[in-house]
Nanobody, 120 residues
């Protein structure tokens, strides 16, 4: 059974940092494009960042460029999203997935999501 499990979310003050992790079981993330998405209640799902498989190309939506960094640790079968200089508008439920629309890659696996709240 394939599982993607997000962790590392929580409450942080504006300007702070969090690192989200997406740990996988049942698949080897090394062979997949991995995307991070976020959703605010009542709004559409937004693609935040994506990393390709072998050559580790990255994509960031404009609103997070320069603040977020996506990376992968194949030995730990985990993909990370380092989020710095967080803003209240980054508040959302964050999901990892084997989808990467920015690179035209559609996958089937999604995590259950984790809440990030940026507030003073």
């Amino acid at each position: 059974q394939v599982q993607l499990v997000e962790s590392g979310g929580g409450l942080v003050q504006p300007g702070g940092s969090l690192r989200l992790s997406c740990a996988a079981s049942g698949i080897t993330l090394e062979y997949f494009y991995i995307g991070w998405f976020r959703q605010v209640p009542g709004k559409e799902l937004e693609g935040v960042s994506c990393i390709s498989d072998a050559d580790r190309r990255t994509y960031y939506t404009d609103s997070v460029k320069g603040r977020f960094t996506i990376s992968r640790d194949n030995a730990k079968n985990t993909v990370y999203l380092q989020m710095d200089s967080l803003k209240p508008e980054d508040t959302a439920v964050y999901y990892c997935s084997t989808s990467c629309p920015a690179f035209g890659y559609s996958g089937n696996y999604w995590g259950k999501g984790i809440l990030v709240t940026v507030s003073s």
